[in-house]
């Protein structure tokens, strides 16, 4: 969906297929990689727990860190894609 709304659509499929895998976790990896590229941003990375680091690899690297400029094109993106979804949830209601 993160795709379909990014107005880039191969450049993010194509990210998210190179990239989701990297992700700790098999199901936010996809999502996240999408996100990532359709803001041309990184994600994911290195966290910290307490006083414990985890180093975990960054989703879209060579891209800079989101600001706040970032967020609110994260913000069109999500309605953006809610908008589609609950176009399609309608369609598929519509049809017998």
Known sequence: GFALV???PRA???LAWAEAAQHRSPNAGWPE????????????GPRVYGTRREDHPWV???????????????????VRM???????LLLTESVP
């Open 33 to 44: 990689a999408a996100l990532a590229g359709a803001l041309g941003c990184r994600l994911s």
């Open 12 to 14: 993010v499929l194509a």
């Open 82 to 88: 809610t908008v589609l979804v609950a176009a399609a």
């Open 60 to 78: 879209n690297g060579g891209c800079p860190d989101p600001d706040a400029v970032t967020l609110r094109a994260g913000l069109g993106v999500f």
């Open 6 to 8: 990014s107005g880039r």
